[in-house]
Structure formats: structure tokens, C-alpha cells
């Protein structure tokens, strides 16, 4: 299925035992709830004992992050860890704001051309661009964000003895 704004879902398997897995995610995982310039750690978000919301820490900004719900699952002979991988919903909102905008502005501008006599089409053109614009952006923005973050998550919950950050 093709969704409109960035989405992803993502599983990992590994051989470690819940316990583990949120012992790993709890070491590079910093609270939300502490105030520090820059916190420590690879992730920055709430850890439960079988599912977790957190974001990767990032020295620069990106709006279109993505926000990373995870729970753990007993699979097939190990643990899975069942990813879903969204946009922060203020960004969902601003993204829903934009393609409407431009998505009006576009029907009109064709309903115009339709019933009435040849225009101008630079109105249809630059509603277009700003859709395909907001799509390129939040897309390559949230994916290559998202790509990273896989790797990351597989790399601690994959290795036999969690690295020492």
C-alpha cells in the first residue's frame, strides 16, 4: 500500500530475551522527561517493558524524523521486534495543511481550464511543483533518516554483546 506521507514498518529478529532487549534499549535511550543541552545516548524517548517510542538523537535538524514505536513480540523460535516508523504528528499536520492548500489550489486551476476559455497554466504547473516538492521532501528527509535508524536498531539488538557507547 502507498501512503501519502512517509510511512514504514520494519521487524528485527534476534535471539535476545525481552529483558535483554529492553536492558539494551534503556542504555542508549535518554528520558524525555530530563533537560540537557545535548543528552547522552543514541535515542531520545520513553522505553516500556515490551514496547517503546524514541527518536535518534541528530546534531542538526530535521523535521521530518522519524518517530519510531517498537514492540517486542515472541516469533518463530526468538523475538521479533515489530517497528512502525511515522512523522511527528505536528509534522503531519503542517504536511496535511500543505498538500491541501495546494491540492485546492490545483483543482481549481483545472476546473478553471475545464470550463472556461484556454488560460494560463502556470497556476496548474506551481500547484503541482508544491505538491511534488512536499512530496520529495518529506519522503527523501524521513527515508534517509529511517534507513539509518534500521541499521542502527539491528546492529544493537543483532550483536551478540551490545557496544559500548
Known sequence: ?????PYMEHTIHTTK???????????VTFSKRAWVTRP?????GTIEQYDFKIMRIINYRNSFMPVIKGAIKKG???YVV????Q???????????????AGFIFLIAVL???TSEPMDVRMILGAGGFIAWGQILSRWG??????KDIKKLEELLSAETPAVF
Do not use: N, R, V
Not at 17 to 27: K, N
Not at 82 to 85: G, Q, T, V, W
Not at 142 to 147: G, L, P, T
Open 1 to 5: 500500500m502507498i501512503h501519502i506521507l
Open 17 to 27: 530475551s525481552p529483558q535483554e532487549i529492553h536492558d539494551i534499549m534503556q542504555s
Open 40 to 44: 547522552p545516548g543514541e535515542f531520545i
Open 76 to 78: 518463530e523460535g526468538a
Open 82 to 85: 515489530a517497528l512502525k516508523m
Open 87 to 101: 512523522l511527528h504528528p505536528l509534522t503531519y499536520i503542517f504536511l496535511i495543511i500543505w498538500f491541501g492548500l
Open 112 to 114: 478553471y481550464l475545464i
Open 142 to 147: 524521513f527515508f534517509f533518516q529511517a534507513k
